[in-house]
Every structure is written in structure tokens, then in C-alpha cells.
């Protein structure tokens, strides 16, 4: 395979199309245009993140094989039939937590990048930790509160993402959880259920030839919470590969 250049226009055309006509006869038609400019450069870009992370934090893999997200929606007890996303994506993880993802999977914290007209983004950390790896990250910042709030009030953090996320439902709740004092000095904390931050990219961004040098510096910012994180949970950081 070749180095990865950039996504092209077409990429961002074939999803728009495919959000307005999401049914397989219009995907199988245009199948060679998602191969060849959204899955082919986007499998180019996580070879190029994975030889990246192996100089940033060695722990870190992003195989094409494994890193790239299903175009394909689960739609088993989804309302919504539509068999499709409108997006494509890919995650860097820790090679010792592997590449799960959420509620039910015990992957750690890693990478996120993602491409999609008009809502492409950045991020990283641990999205929905399932509850019993959520209890030793709350535990954690309990112990350690001070440290946790330097990372996520760094400079380079705050200047490149503003805060933890909050965007989707369930992501911080309304309450202390139980088992803490409602005033709790880390009681702000204490309430997230998933501990993530993102930058959203522009389409130009997404397009340009300096796109991976670009996230590359998101990552590099993102990388001392993911690592806190990963430690918590036992997937220590890594000197080489």
C-alpha cells in the first residue's frame, strides 16, 4: 500500500449521498467509489497513525484490520433500520486492552478519528466505561483529584478542546452517584460516565494534506489523560514497541 496523502472530496460526496439514500441498492452501486475513497484512505491513514503512535506512545496500535469501525449498523433493537452509517471511523487502543468499545466492552482508553460532511472530529479517552471499570476510574480521582484536574485544565488541553465532553445523553449525570457525598470536593467529577474530549474538524481540515500532522498534535495533547486512564485500569504506557 501506498503512504497515506489525504482524503479527496469524493469521500465527503459518497456520504453525503449515502445519508440521503441509505438502502443497500444505492451502496452496492456506489461501492466502488466508498472503496476507493472513504475505506481505501482510510485504512492508508490508520497504517500512518500506527507507525506514529509507535514513536509518540508505542503502546498504542491502530491496524487497518482491527482499528477501522463497520460501515454496517447494528440494527438488531435500533428503531431506525437504516443498514448504514454516514460516517467512517477508526480507534487507536492499547495493544494490551484490545479495540473494545463502551458499556460492554473492557478495551481501555485510546483514539478516535472521525469523518463525516460537515461533522468530522477528533477525540480521545474512554467513552461509556462499563460500571466496574467506571467505579476504579471514580475511585481514582477520589485519591488522586489534584492530578486528574491538571490534566484536563492544561493549557494544551483546555486551548485544543475546552473540557471533557458532555455532549451525549448519559454522559454526565444529574446526581453524585451513589456511595459519595452529594458535596464531595470531586463531586463535578465524580458525575461524568464517560471521560472523552474532542475537537470538531472542518471539512477543509478533513481534505488537507496536512491532516494527520494536525490530529497528530490532538493526540499528542490528548495523550497524558488516556494514559492516566489506561493506568487506572492496569495498561501501563510502553517505551517501545
Given at each position: ?16 449521498g ?5 438502502d ?11 472503496q476507493?475513497e472513504v475505506l ?6 490508520a ?13 498504542f ?8 469501525f ?11 433500520k ?6 467512517a ?7 494490551d486492552a ?7 466492552a473492557h ?7 472521525h ?13 461509556m466505561?462499563?460500571?466496574p ?7 481514582r ?13 492544561a ?9 471533557l465532553?458532555?455532549d ?13 457525598a ?5 463531586a463535578?467529577?465524580?458525575?461524568f ?14 481534505l488537507?494534506?496536512r ?7 490532538d ?20 517505551t517501545?514497541?
Open positions: 500500500m501506498s503512504a497515506f496523502r489525504q482524503f479527496r472530496p469524493q469521500a465527503l460526496t459518497f456520504l453525503r449515502l445519508k440521503r439514500h441509505n443497500k441498492p444505492w451502496f452496492e452501486a456506489n461501492r466502488p467509489t466508498y476507493a481505501g484512505p482510510l485504512k492508508l491513514l497504517e500512518e497513525l500506527d507507525v506514529r503512535f509507535a514513536r509518540l506512545a508505542p503502546e496500535v491502530a491496524p487497518p484490520r482491527h482499528a477501522l463497520r460501515i454496517h449498523r447494528d440494527v438488531r433493537f435500533s428503531k431506525d437504516s443498514p448504514y452509517k454516514t460516517h471511523a477508526l480507534w487507536a487502543f492499547h495493544r484490545g479495540r473494545g468499545v463502551g458499556r460492554d478495551g481501555g482508553a485510546g483514539f478516535y478519528f469523518i463525516e460532511p460537515g461533522a468530522s472530529l477528533v477525540a480521545g479517552g474512554f467513552w466505561p462499563p460500571r471499570l467506571l467505579g476504579r476510574i471514580r475511585e480521582i477520589v485519591d488522586e483529584q489534584r492530578g486528574f484536574e491538571k490534566l484536563v485544565r493549557p494544551a488541553f483546555t486551548r485544543r478542546f475546552g473540557a465532553s458532555e451525549d445523553p448519559g454522559v454526565r449525570l444529574t446526581r453524585v452517584p451513589r456511595g459519595f452529594p458535596d464531595h470536593p470531586a463535578h467529577w465524580l458525575r460516565n464517560s471521560f472523552t474530549a474532542h475537537r470538531m474538524l472542518t471539512d477543509a481540515e478533513v488537507s494534506p491532516l494527520v500532522d494536525a490530529i497528530m498534535k493526540y499528542a495533547a490528548l495523550l497524558p489523560l488516556v494514559r492516566w486512564l489506561n493506568a487506572t485500569l492496569g495498561y501501563p504506557p510502553a517501545a514497541r
